[in-house]
C-alpha cells in the first residue's frame, strides 16, 4: 500500500485536463500531419500541447529516418504534459510510436492513432475500445 503513489497519477477522467491534444514531434521533412497539426495550433492554441520541433523542449529521443516522427523531450518532460492532456496523438511509425502509444496510456491521454500499423498485444486488448483511429 503506497499512499503517495495516488499524488503523481494523472486524473481519472480525461476531461477534466488542462489540453486537449497533445504531441511533441519533429520530422526532418513536410507531411500532412504536421500540416494538419500546424492548423489546429493555430486555431485552438490555448487548449493544445503541440511542438512540431524539438528545438528548446531537451533530449530528442529515437531520432528518426525520412518518413518518422521524432520523439522530443524526456520522459519527465513527456509526462507532465501527457497527465494534462484528454488526447494523444500517436503516429504509428517504427518505434516511436509505440513508445508514443505506451506514454499516451500510463499517463490516462487517449491515443489517436494514424496509420493502419498492427499493434502489440491484438490478440488479448480490442484496440477500438482504447484508442482512435485515423487510417
Keep these: 500500500n503506497h499512499p503517495s503513489l495516488w499524488k503523481h497519477l494523472p486524473p481519472i477522467v480525461p476531461a477534466n485536463r488542462k489540453y486537449f491534444i497533445h504531441f511533441l514531434g519533429e520530422m526532418s521533412k513536410s507531411d500532412w500531419l504536421g500540416d494538419v497539426l500546424k492548423q489546429l495550433t493555430n486555431q485552438i492554441k490555448e487548449t493544445v500541447d503541440v511542438q512540431m520541433t524539438c528545438l528548446g523542449r531537451g533530449d530528442v529521443t529515437g531520432v528518426s529516418s525520412d518518413g518518422e516522427w521524432s520523439l522530443c523531450g524526456t520522459k519527465e518532460q513527456r509526462s507532465m504534459s501527457l ?30 492513432i494514424f496509420g493502419n500499423s498492427a499493434l502489440p498485444f491484438e490478440a488479448v486488448v480490442d484496440w477500438n475500445e482504447v484508442a482512435i483511429f485515423i487510417p
Design 83 to 112: 497527465t494534462q492532456s484528454t488526447f494523444s496523438i500517436v503516429p504509428i511509425t517504427g518505434n516511436t510510436g509505440l513508445v508514443r502509444l505506451e506514454e499516451a496510456l500510463m499517463y490516462g491521454a487517449i491515443p489517436i
